[in-house]
């Protein structure tokens, strides 16, 4: 099965600073990358996802990264603020009917104002 | 869009009852729902995948008779965890995968149900 590895499990970093989160993947059919921000008490929310056929993709402050044949694939958060400070995982999973999706271990991300 | 409701948020029962947790899809049709369990400073862990009209397929060593998953309606799927016990005591959260035009997998996440068995 899928094994999905995040790092680092911890970051802090200061407000408007960038801050990056990495994860690894094992199955080499996966194609679709979502990452999920957690805030204290809640559901995971979708902030961003690229699929396979894409290496970059960039909303606002946020951009992730794809290298399928190493098979990483990063978050960038650029100028961060305090609002940011949550909880983030990066997840894989193959396209098709069947859509278990596999999480990493999540990033806390601390920034400090 | 693509907005998805559990209830209650939290609930506190006795051991040996049961509870039920709904998950809604309020704005979209979900074919496929999925329940994670998630301890404290833990990621997501899988316990089924539940499709409408069909039988939940479990994760390895998740007790089917102890979680009982029901997806009666292409936004409605059930989780009742039967005689709870302390060690059931946990965050439940869905999820429901939104069919697009591109792909069948993007999952958007239900907040969360607090449970504690006493």
């Known amino acids: 099965g899928e094994n999905v590895e995040q790092h680092p499990s911890t970051l802090s970093v200061q407000e408007g600073d960038s801050a990056v989160i990495k994860c690894t993947y094992s199955d080499s059919a996966s194609n679709y990358f979502p990452w999920y921000k957690q805030e204290l008490g809640k559901g995971p929310q979708l902030i961003i996802d690229?699929?396979?056929?894409?290496g970059e993709k960039k909303d606002q402050r946020i951009a992730v990264t794809l290298n399928k044949t190493a098979k990483h694939f990063s978050l960038h958060i650029t100028e961060t603020q305090p609002e940011d400070s949550a909880v983030y995982f990066c997840?894989?999973?193959?396209?098709?009917?069947?859509?278990?999706?596999?999480f990493g271990i999540g990033t806390k991300l601390q920034v400090i104002p | 869009g693509a907005v998805v409701s559990q209830h209650p948020s939290w609930v506190i029962c006795k051991s040996g009852t049961s509870v039920k947790i709904e998950c809604r899809s309020l704005?979209?049709?979900?074919?496929?729902m999925f329940w994670y369990r998630q301890f404290p400073k833990q990621s997501l862990m899988l316990m089924a995948t539940?499709?409408?009209?069909?039988?939940?397929?479990?994760e390895q060593g998740v007790e089917k008779d102890k979680f009982l998953i029901n997806h009666a309606s292409l936004t409605l799927s059930t989780l009742t965890v039967t005689s709870a016990h302390p060690e059931d005591s946990s965050f439940y959260i869905c999820s429901a995968s939104l069919r697009t035009v591109l792909s069948t997998d993007t999952q958007y996440f239900g907040p969360g149900t607090r449970l504690t068995v006493l």
């Open positions: 539940s499709n409408e009209g069909s039988k939940a397929t479990y």
């Open positions: 704005d979209f049709q979900a074919t496929t």
């Open positions: 997840a894989a999973s193959r396209t098709g009917g069947y859509q278990k999706v596999t």
């Open positions: 690229i699929r396979s056929n894409v």
